[in-house]
């Protein structure tokens, strides 16, 4: 058990046998302990090396062992000097460590007291979600935009859900109708009902959204380029602004239900909930991409759903199609985002 003083197991055996016996030489030790010659001149060797054996006064040539209130006590202060200067150089790093954290703190504390806040690639976008999770008291709210959810994404957001759970905070998610084209998207929205998430569907979503508290809105920089950033919104106006715009598209979305969600009810000549999204968006000037990811869909199904509704009205351009469902009615009460 003196490892801790740097004396190995077999030069405290020899250590050992030369203080009772301080006349053996090599071939001696050799027969008492039974041992090669080469391990029993190493293990002399490393007592030599720590001072537990020394050259003989009275023998040329000859060792003597040194006592072990001497030598043994030697060691084990060494060994107690270096830990308390491991300890103080811990003290040193320890003062350090917490000048690094405050200095960090303050940091954040300037950078996080401005209304918009700018988040840098995925890793720090959800290690910053992860902290308002945690520090999530009351509720949040989601909007989920395109459509089919990645496996990563779902992934990712389980734990949040569970831990948001656990504490009883109240979650509302919309996501697009066209979820219902993906199974493993609809069985992960049926997991998050499960797990008391609200979860209804709406036509289309103007950008990805999630707001805690109704203090703090995460979306993104760009939502045609997720790789372009995030930003966090704070201040009275912008999140009352973001809250009001999440209760409205609420308030007209569709209870997800498991299944494909039911069709409102309407005349024969009204149009479908993305039907008039996708009038509404055509008519802000939108691109076929800009329409479809707003939707949730392909390119190609959202040129799709555009042709059948020119078709409908007898319109020849896109202009001429939203100012004839204008005139027909087509367009009253659909989602103002």
């Given amino acids: 058990m003196l490892e801790p003083l740097g004396l190995g197991a077999e030069a405290a055996e020899v250590y050992r046998a030369v203080l009772k016996r301080p006349d053996f030489g090599v071939e001696d030790l050799v027969a008492t302990l ?9 293990a002399l060797d490393e007592c030599v090396r720590l001072s537990l054996v020394k050259p003989s006064w009275e023998a040329p040539g000859g060792l003597r062992a040194v006592s072990p209130g001497i030598g043994l006590q030697a060691l ?6 270096e830990f308390l200067e491991r300890q103080k150089r811990i003290a040193e790093a320890r003062i350090e460590v917490a000048r690094f954290v405050d200095e960090y703190t303050a940091a954040q504390q300037k950078l996080r007291s401005t209304v918009i806040e700018r988040l840098m690639g995925i890793d720090e976008i959800r290690a910053r979600i992860e902290e308002f999770t945690q520090d999530c008291k009351s509720e949040l709210f989601t909007f989920a935009t395109g459509g089919l959810q990645s496996e990563a994404g779902r992934q990712a957001s389980r734990p949040l859900c569970e831990e948001l759970a ?8 919309i996501y697009l ?8 998207t609809v069985e992960h929205l049926r997991w998050l009902h499960r797990h008391g998430d609200q979860v209804r569907t709406t036509a289309s979503l103007p950008s990805r959204m999630l707001m805690f508290d109704r203090t703090h809105a995460v979306l993104p920089i760009d939502p045609d380029a997720s790789g372009a950033g995030a930003l966090v919104l704070r201040g009275q106006g912008v999140i009352a602004a973001l809250s009001e715009l999440f209760d409205r598209v609420w308030e007209s979305a569709i209870p997800f239900s498991g299944g494909r969600p039911q069709p409102r009810e309407r005349g024969e000549e009204e149009l479908s909930g993305q039907e008039q999204a996708v009038l509404r968006l055509l008519g802000e000037g939108l691109t076929d991409e800009v329409v479809a990811r707003k939707l949730g869909v392909s390119v190609r199904t959202g040129r799709r759903i555009t042709a059948d509704l020119m078709a409908r009205l007898g319109a020849r351009s896109r202009f001429q199609a939203g100012l004839r469902a204008a005139q027909l009615g087509w367009l009253t009460g659909s989602e103002t985002v």
């Fill in 76 to 81: 084990l202060t060494r060994q107690e000097n």
């Fill in 34 to 42: 039974g041992w090669r010659p080469e391990l029993v001149r190493a």
């Fill in 177 to 184: 109708d066209s979820v219902h084209n993906d199974p493993a």
């Fill in 166 to 173: 656990q504490r009883n905070v109240a979650m509302r998610s």
